[in-house]
Antibody, heavy 121, light 107 residues
Framework: EVQLVESGGGLVQPGGSLRLSCGAS????????MSWVRQAPGKGLEWVAN????????YYVDSVKGRFTISRDNAKNSLYLQMNSLRAEDTAIYYC??????????????WGQGTLVTVSS | DIQMTQSPSSVSASVGDRVTITCRAS??????LNWYQQKPGKAPNLLIY???SLQSGVPSRFSGSGSGTDFTLTISSLQPEDFATYYC?????????FGQGTKLEIK
């Protein structure tokens, strides 16, 4: 079955760190760009970061630059998000998503179920 | 950065109605625009890519149009399972962004 499964969420204090993982199965993980997208409680979607197949390119939304690091291990079919200096506004469900190019546009055609990160004292 | 603005923020409609949701970009994004549906407690699901192409498995009552800065998602005849929140998303630049969402509710 083609799927993405996130893990690693939880409760963390402001200023703390957390590492999210996303395991991929059912497709050739190393063929795809991958992204993290988050959703604060009751709010809309926010793209966070993405990474090219060989990690030669990585992009981040301004609000997480310098604090979050996206990485991947193609041998383990896994995507990661290292989150440091966490703030209350980082509280959200974090989704792992597969980037796909269709007709020149990039979209997210496969999503995980999400993992909840709560930043609170 | 490119800002995406959807309207309306919420809409009430009945089964069988035709509904149109609009997405406007802060600058021209050609046709690099996608639409997603999200139901409560679930991950988003891709409906439309490249402004007007239907993702495999998505019912034909969903359609998209537009280019440049103005785009629309139309549901031709609402079904009970269509009541959800809809998001547009651009991929014109390397920094993607979504619209704020449109919640489609049952009248």
């Amino acid at each position: 079955e083609v799927q993405l499964v996130e893990s690693g969420g939880g409760l963390v204090q402001p200023g703390g760190s957390l590492r999210l993982s996303c395991g991929a199965s059912g497709f050739t993980f190393s063929d795809y760009w991958m992204s993290w997208v988050r959703q604060a409680p009751g709010k809309g979607l926010e793209w966070v970061a993405n990474v090219k197949q060989d990690e030669s390119e990585k992009y981040y939304v301004d609000s997480v630059k310098g604090r979050f690091t996206i990485s991947r291990d193609n041998a383990k079919n896994s995507l990661y998000l290292q989150m440091n200096s966490l703030r209350a506004e980082d509280t959200a469900i974090y989704y792992c998503a597969r980037d796909r190019s269709y007709s020149g546009t990039w979209c997210f055609d496969l999503w995980g179920q999400g993992t909840l990160v709560t930043v609170s004292s | 950065d490119i800002q995406m603005t959807q309207s309306p923020s919420s809409v009430s409609a009945s089964v069988g109605d035709r509904v149109t949701i609009t997405c406007r970009a802060s600058q021209s994004i050609s046709r690099y625009l996608n639409w997603y549906q999200q139901k409560p407690g679930k991950a988003p699901n891709l409906l439309i890519y490249a402004a007007s192409s239907l993702q495999s498995g998505v019912p034909s009552r969903f359609s998209g149009s537009g280019s440049g800065t103005d785009f629309t998602l139309t549901i031709s005849s609402l079904q009970p399972e269509d009541f959800a929140t809809y998001y547009c998303q651009h991929s014109y630049s390397t920094l993607y962004s979504f619209g704020q969402g449109t919640k489609l509710e049952i009248k």
